[in-house]
């Protein structure tokens, strides 16, 4: 079975700077995906980002970007420029691109991030 | 566009006491989630549906939990009777397919006393 292990319960950065939140995986498959989602104070996930495993360049979406290291079997997130609005907790996710898992999401614990002004 | 919606967003009741989680999915999304996401824990899956029929529903406690999502639309998730550890937020989430992105309602917070 696959796991989705985050290490930084919590974690904190200065407004401004930048942030690395830390993810491993488990997996005895290829192919799959993983995401970071976002969920502030008032509980509505959002999507942040998504790599494919099948693809070596690492994604970005504005400040935010992930280091993907397939062999390792590691999926950082970086924020840059943080923002207050970044506080939330921000959860891992994985999920098989088999037939078999029909889309299922598997999430670390979480990483609570705090924005200092 | 309308987002996920959910009701009621809190919930407090007594154990061995019965509770009904309601649902209403993005227009046209295919495929609907509830998640369980118990305080310091990620969201786990109970059940997925796939228009009306069920996808996996092997975290579901059968013995104490329901799902149905009549008519391939609205859901609802049924505890029945709750115990103390069900206390959690309940997600919801709709997808147009599977393989698609997921978006979140707002949850609904249950509390067992």
């Known amino acids: 079975a696959q796991t989705v292990t985050q290490s930084q319960p919590e974690m904190s950065v200065q407004e401004a700077e930048t942030v690395t939140l830390s993810c491993t995986y488990d997996t005895s498959e290829s192919d799959y995906y993983l995401f970071w989602y976002k969920q502030p104070p008032s509980r509505q996930m959002i999507l942040v980002i998504r790599?494919?495993?099948?693809?070596?360049q690492n994604a970005t979406e504005n400040r935010f970007s992930v280091n993907f290291q397939k062999a390792a079997k590691s999926f950082s997130l970086k924020i840059s420029d943080s923002q207050l609005g970044d506080a939330a907790m921000y959860f891992c996710a994985y999920r098989s691109d088999y037939g078999g898992s029909q889309g299922n999401l598997i999430f670390g614990k979480g990483t609570k991030l705090s924005v200092k002004p | 566009e309308a987002g996920v919606a959910q009701s009621p967003r809190y919930k407090i009741i007594e154990k061995r006491q019965s509770v009904a989680f309601w649902c209403n999915p993005i227009?046209?999304?295919?495929?609907l989630y509830w998640y369980q996401q118990i305080l310091g824990q990620g969201p786990k899956l109970l059940i997925q549906f796939q228009n009306n029929g069920v996808v996996d529903d092997s975290q579901l406690p059968k013995d104490r939990f329901s799902a149905e999502r009549l008519k391939g639309v609205d859901s609802t998730l049924k505890i029945q009777p709750a115990k103390l550890e069900d206390s959690a937020v309940y997600l919801c989430?709709?997808?147009?397919?599977?393989?698609?992105?997921?978006?979140f309602g707002p949850g609904t917070r249950l509390t067992v006393l």
């Open positions: 989430a709709s997808s147009l397919t599977a393989y698609n992105e997921q978006f």
């Open positions: 227009s046209g999304h295919a495929t």
């Open positions: 790599q494919e495993a099948y693809k070596q």
